[in-house]
C-alpha cells in the first residue's frame, strides 16, 4: 500500500497496527476501546494529556545548521540543537513509533492556496490524530489520491529522552529542523505542541522567505465585508471576542496577512473552555459536540456533564473542533486587508483604558511591547498582578527577531487607513482583588461601536501616563468606565499604580530601543520615570 511505503521511506517499518485518515467516528471509537477518552453529555471526546497540561517553552529547540545560524533569534526562546543530536533522537523516535500503532493523518496550513503546506502528521493516540484533523486544513479525497507532504510531525508522547543520550534538557522535547522539514515531539501528549510547532514553522516561512506578516491573532468579517483582527495573548479574549454571530469568522488564533488579504493558517480552533457558559460564550459552547476534542476537563459528580469552572487538573482546559462547528464561519478562511486592528490586553492593574485609539507609533509600541498581565491564582507563587510582555503578542513562537514582524506591520499601518484600537479585558476601578473585571458584555459594545464607526464623532481625551485616546462616550457603556482614572476610590493609587506599569513598559522596551526610531519610541508612555 502506498502509504506503507511513504512511511518506510520515513523510516518507520511498522510492527504494530498502522492507521492512516481514519474519519472522526472510527478515531473516536479506537480512543473508546483503549480506554483513553469518554464521552461527554454533549457528544464530545474528552481525554487527559497527562503529565503536560500545556507547553514547555524550555523543551523546545530549533536545529542550527547553515541555513538557520544567522537568520533565527536564538536565545531564551529559541534554543539551538545540534544536527547530530537530532538525527539520534529521530532514529530513536522513529524505532520507537515502529513498534506501536501509528495513526497517520495527512492535513495542510494556510487558507491561501499560493502559501499552502502540507504536513503529514504520525502520532501515536487516535484522540491526537482527532486533534491533528479539527486544527488543521483538511484535503479533499481527490486531494488525498496525490497528496505530497512537505513536513512531517512525528508525535510520540510515550517516548522518553535520555538528556544523557539525546542532550535534551529532560525526557520531554518538541524540536524543530527546518533544512529537514520535521518536527519531532516525544516525551508530552499535550497536543498544542503539535500545533504551535507548525505555527512556529509559518512564522519562519511566511515573514522571512515570503513578506507576508505572520500573525498571533483572530480575524472576522462583517456584513460589508469588512475585515477586522484580534491580536492577544491566552486568556485575553481573542477566540471569545471574534466569535461574533453578527459578524463571519476567519479564525480565531493564526492568520497571515500578504498584499491584499488575511488568511487562516488552520482548520479550526483550539477554544480555552476555563469558565465556559452559553450564556457568556455562546457560539463556542455550542461548538462542543461530536467531534469536538475536549482536553483535561473534569465533571460534576456521578454525570458525564461537563463542569467547565472546575480547574482542578489545569486552568488551561481546551477544546478543539474543526471551524465549521462555527455557524457563520466564512469558507473559505480569507478576508481582505483589515479595516480595524484590536490589541488585547488583560491589565490586572486596572490601569489601562478599556478602549484607546493608538497613533501608529503607539501601535507599533505596542505590538512590539505585547502587554497583558497574569494574576494571583492562575500560577503557582503569583499573588499580585504580574506583567507579561510578549513581542509581537506571540514571543514563544517567534523564530525571528520580534523586529522582522514589526517592521512588516508598520509598512502596512503608515499611510493606510487601518485603525487600531488597545482594548483592555482586564480590570477596572483598581487592580486585580480590588477592582472588578469589565464586563464582556462592555466589551463586545465598544468594539461594535467602532465596527459600526460609531465612535468617529465622538470626542477624545489623552491618558496623562501613556499618552493613548480614550472616547468620552461609547453607546451600551456606562461613560465613567471609560478613564480608568475615574473608577478608582483613590486617584492617588491609580496614579502611582500607573507609573509603576508604564515603568515596566519603558524597563521592557530597552531591548528594542536600537531598532525602534522617533516615531515608535514618541509611541511609549508620555511619563517614563
Not at 464530545?44 to 541555513?67: H, M, Q, W
Not at 536565545?75 to 539520534?88: A, I, M, T
Not at 471569545?240 to 482548520?267: C, M, Q, Y
Not at 478562511?333 to 478599556?354: E, M, Q, R, W, Y
Request: some cysteine; overall charge negative.
Amino acid at each position: 500500500m502506498e502509504y506503507l511505503e511513504s512511511l518506510r521511506k520515513i523510516g518507520i517499518i511498522p510492527n504494530k497496527e498502522v492507521y492512516s485518515n481514519l474519519s472522526v467516528s472510527q478515531l473516536i471509537s479506537q480512543t473508546l476501546r483503549k480506554n483513553q477518552g469518554i464521552i461527554t453529555s454533549s457528544g464530545a471526546l474528552a481525554c487527559d494529556t497527562g503529565e503536560f497540561t500545556g507547553r514547555s517553552p524550555k523543551d523546545k529547540y530549533i536545529v542550527i545548521d547553515d541555513n538557520t545560524r544567522d537568520s533565527i533569534w536564538w536565545g531564551e526562546v529559541n534554543q539551538p540543537f545540534n544536527p547530530e543530536d537530532f538525527d539520534r533522537l529521530y532514529d530513536s523516535v522513529i524505532a520507537h513509533l515502529s513498534d506501536r500503532d501509528i495513526y497517520v493523518r495527512d492535513v495542510y496550513a494556510c487558507a491561501k492556496p499560493e502559501y499552502r503546506l502540507n504536513i503529514k502528521v504520525i502520532t501515536e493516540t487516535a484522540w491526537s490524530n482527532l486533534f491533528v484533523n479539527n486544527l488543521f486544513l483538511r484535503p479533499t479525497e481527490k486531494e488525498l489520491e496525490t497528496f505530497q507532504h512537505e513536513w512531517l510531525i512525528l508525535n510520540a508522547p510515550d517516548f522518553k529522552a535520555d538528556p544523557e543520550i539525546h542532550n535534551t534538557r529532560q525526557h520531554n522535547f518538541t524540536i524543530i529542523n527546518f533544512t529537514r522539514k520535521i518536527i519531532l515531539i516525544g516525551g508530552s501528549a499535550y497536543t498544542g505542541e503539535i500545533k504551535k510547532g507548525i505555527f512556529t514553522v509559518l512564522n519562519y516561512i511566511l515573514p522571512f522567505e515570503k513578506n507576508v506578516l505572520s500573525m498571533h491573532c483572530s480575524a472576522n468579517i462583517g456584513t460589508r465585508g469588512d475585515t477586522s483582527v484580534f491580536f492577544g495573548l491566552s486568556g485575553t479574549g481573542k477566540t471569545t471576542l471574534s466569535a461574533d454571530p453578527s459578524r463571519k469568522l476567519i479564525g480565531d488564533d493564526e492568520h497571515g496577512w500578504d498584499h491584499e488579504s488575511v488568511f487562516n493558517f488552520e482548520g479550526g480552533c483550539y477554544a480555552k473552555c476555563v469558565n465556559l457558559s452559553k450564556e457568556k460564550e455562546p457560539q463556542i459552547f455550542s461548538a462542543i459536540r461530536s467531534g469536538t476534542l475536549l482536553e483535561n476537563v473534569r465533571f460534576f459528580e456521578g454525570t458525564d456533564i461537563v463542569d467547565y469552572d472546575n480547574v482542578s487538573v489545569t486552568e488551561n482546559t481546551r477544546a478543539a473542533y474543526p471551524i465549521d462547528f462555527i455557524d457563520n464561519a466564512v469558507h473559505p478562511s480569507i478576508g481582505k486587508t483589515p479595516d480595524h486592528i484590536f490589541f488585547l490586553t488583560c491589565d490586572a492593574f486596572g490601569v489601562l483604558p478599556p478602549i484607546s485609539k493608538l497613533s501608529v507609533g503607539q501601535a507599533m509600541y505596542h505590538f512590539i511591547s505585547g502587554y497583558t498581565a497574569k494574576v494571583a491564582g492562575t500560577e503557582a507563587g503569583i499573588t499580585e498582578p504580574q506583567t507579561t510582555f510578549s513581542a509581537c503578542f506571540g514571543k514563544p513562537f517567534l523564530p525571528l527577531h520580534p523586529t522582522k514582524y514589526a517592521e512588516l506591520l508598520g509598512k502596512k499601518l503608515k499611510g493606510s487607513n487601518i485603525n487600531v484600537w488597545l482594548i483592555n479585558t482586564g480590570w477596572s476601578g483598581g487592580a486585580y482583588g480590588i477592582g472588578e473585571r469589565i464586563k464582556l458584555a462592555y466589551t463586545r459594545a465598544m468594539i461594535s461601536a467602532v465596527l459600526e464607526n460609531k465612535l468617529e464623532k465622538v470626542d477624545f481625551i489623552k491618558d496623562p501616563v501613556f499618552g493613548l485616546q480614550m472616547p468620552v462616550e461609547c453607546e451600551g457603556v456606562p461613560s465613567e468606565i471609560l478613564n480608568p482614572r475615574n473608577t478608582w476610590n483613590k486617584s492617588s493609587e491609580y496614579d502611582e499604580t500607573a507609573l509603576h506599569l508604564a515603568a515596566q513598559f519603558v524597563q521592557n522596551f530597552k531591548s528594542f530601543e536600537s531598532f525602534a526610531d522617533k516615531e515608535i519610541l514618541n509611541g511609549g508612555p508620555l511619563v517614563q520615570n
